[in-house]
Each structure stands twice: as structure tokens, then as C-alpha cells.
Nanobody, 126 residues
Framework: QMQLVESGGGLVQAGGSLRLSCAAS????????VGWFRQAPGKERESVAA????????YYADSVKGRFTISRDNVENTVYLQMNSLKPEDTAVYYC???????????????????WGQGTQVTVSS
């Protein structure tokens, strides 16, 4: 089993920044691709960003491209999501997840992810 713990969420004004962290334990972290996903109230969960095992490949939803950056530190067993120029529509619970089957390239397909964290709330005020 792999345990994932998100942190770094909070309340921020529009235009501000937050950095989310996803700390992993229990498995060899570098064997997994990692993704960030979010779910706003009354909406379906959506993919935000994903990163391959090495960090060499990254993917972003069109809605966050140019504003969010995903990165990872395999020594610290942590994946980050730097969120800049935040908008009220970014308000959601953000989840990180780990995927073994697509470890080499990464994927934005949330159905591929085996392990999930509990989520961290991000609220952007206008």
C-alpha cells in the first residue's frame, strides 16, 4: 500500500498563489507516476496535472496551463503543485494520486490511478 498526504491548501485571494504538497510513503515512490485532481462542489472530479516517474514528462489541463506547475522530488518522496494566478473557479478539493501502470510516461486519466490521498481544500476568493 502507498499512503499519500496532501498539504498546503487554504484560502487565498484571486491572483494569489499556493503550493500544494503530496507526501508519499509505503512504496518506492519513484516507481509511480503522480497526478493532481480536483473536485468542486456539485461537479465531477477533474484532472489537473500529471507527472511521470522522473519528472521528464508533465501534463496539464487546458484550464490551468501556464498558471500551474507540477514537479517532484524523488528523494523527498514528494510531488508539488505550484498554483499561480489563482481564480475563483480553481476553488475545489485537490487530491493527489499515484499510478504504477503508467509510471514511465504518466497519464491524466484518473481511472488509471490506484492510490489516492484524502484531499486538501483550496478556496479562492474574488
Amino acid at each position: 500500500q502507498m499512503q499519500l498526504v496532501e498539504s498546503g491548501g487554504g484560502l487565498v485571494q484571486a491572483g494569489g498563489s499556493l503550493r500544494l504538497s503530496c507526501a508519499a510513503s509505503g512504496r518506492t515512490f519513484s516507481n509511480y507516476a503522480v497526478g493532481w485532481f480536483r473536485q468542486a462542489p456539485g461537479k465531477e472530479r477533474e484532472s489537473v496535472a500529471a507527472i511521470s516517474w522522473s519528472g521528464g514528462a508533465t501534463y496539464y489541463a487546458d484550464s490551468v496551463k501556464g498558471r500551474f506547475t507540477i514537479s517532484r522530488d524523488n528523494v523527498e518522496n514528494t510531488v508539488y503543485l505550484q498554483m499561480n494566478s489563482l481564480k475563483p473557479e480553481d476553488t475545489a478539493v485537490y487530491y493527489c494520486a499515484a499510478d504504477f501502470s503508467n509510471w514511465y510516461r504518466g497519464t491524466m486519466d484518473m481511472e488509471e490511478y490506484e492510490y489516492w490521498g484524502q484531499g486538501t481544500q483550496v478556496t479562492v476568493s474574488s
